[in-house]
């Protein structure tokens, strides 16, 4: 009598490596789960493979989901607003002006990548400043940039 790997056999092993990365979080178990419910699909699809055809399409499946993840898509996740970065890590970012300072009123200045969180600061300049010049962060101070014109 011999052993006969079933679709479900891979259902379960998928699922279990899955479930582990809730113990384990590493995000890469989870390829490899991922990896064993596509080799129950295959050997649902293809009952005849044998053991080590199935051994070897389960660890390149797997390694092909985990390439795509970490070569693909997550650096497509990458947060690049500067949202938690020091305040030395934001001093000489260049912005455009979008709304020109008039006493007792801010200027509103906009950055083509968020500044601490957000695209759009309240402004104090000491030089003159016109809707489209460009100012670059000179200081921070509360919820105002203090900036200077872009020579």
């Known amino acids: 009598m011999t052993f006969q790997i079933e679709y479900w056999h891979w259902v379960v092993f998928g699922m279990l490596l899955i479930m582990a990365e809730l113990v384990v979080p590493s995000f890469t178990i ?7 419910l596509l080799m129950a699909l295959l050997v649902w699809l293809v009952p005849d493979l044998g ?3 199935q051994l070897v399409a389960w660890a390149i499946g797997s390694s092909l989901f985990a390439l795509a993840w970490f ?15 020091a305040r030395e890590a934001v001093l000489g970012e260049s912005g455009q ?3 020109a ?6 200027g509103q200045v906009r950055f083509s990548t968020p500044v601490l969180g ?9 030089e003159a400043v016109a809707v489209g010049d460009r100012v670059i962060i000179t200081e921070i101070s509360g919820n105002t940039l203090i900036v200077k014109k872009r020579g």
């Open 51 to 53: 053991l080590s055809i």
């Open 30 to 36: 989870f390829w490899f789960g991922l990896g064993g």
């Open 71 to 85: 070569k693909l898509m997550r650096p497509l996740m990458v947060d690049r607003t500067n949202a938690g970065i």
């Open 101 to 106: 300072p008039q006493p007792p009123r801010r």
């Open 118 to 126: 957000d695209d759009e600061w309240e402004f104090i300049c000491d």
């Open 97 to 99: 002006v979008i709304l």
